[in-house]
């Protein structure tokens, strides 16, 4: 059985736990609602994404392979101009997928992280406040 909310809470736990994270005063939160205050970010949010399970053997005694897709989305911004908030998202986004790529089974819930992809999600300008957002889309391999 794949418990989806144990792979995300692992997620969620290793980013919150990092220490270059934690002293640059990332939050981290699962499931919970886009950011929208510049005054929280550098922020990262946590979703499950797709599920897909494919009936064939892997090799060993479980018969099914599964694909997780998790969804993160980082967030960081800047009150001087757009170019501040592009570096600073830069920045963060690079200290989170260093933490995925320390960490490749996701802390054990999964056999292995096998890819990701960065898109720009999201560029957000009101009151000289730039709150940019970029989704990264984490493919993560695991047994059923």
Known sequence: MIHVDSVTAAVTGLLAGDAVLVSSGFTVQEGEALNGSLSQTPWVGVYPGPLSVDPHTLGGAQPWQAELELMLYVQDGSQH??????????????????????????????????????????RDVQNDNWLFTNEVVLRAQLRA
Do not use: H
């Not at 757009?82 to 933490?99: E, I, N, P």
């Not at 999964?110 to 992809?117: A, P």
């Open 81 to 122: 101009s757009g170019q501040d908030a592009t570096r600073r998202l830069s920045r963060a986004q690079f200290a989170v997928l260093d933490v995925l790529r320390r960490n490749p089974t996701l802390g054990d819930t999964v056999l292995i992280w096998t890819g990701l992809d960065v898109t720009p999600f999201r």
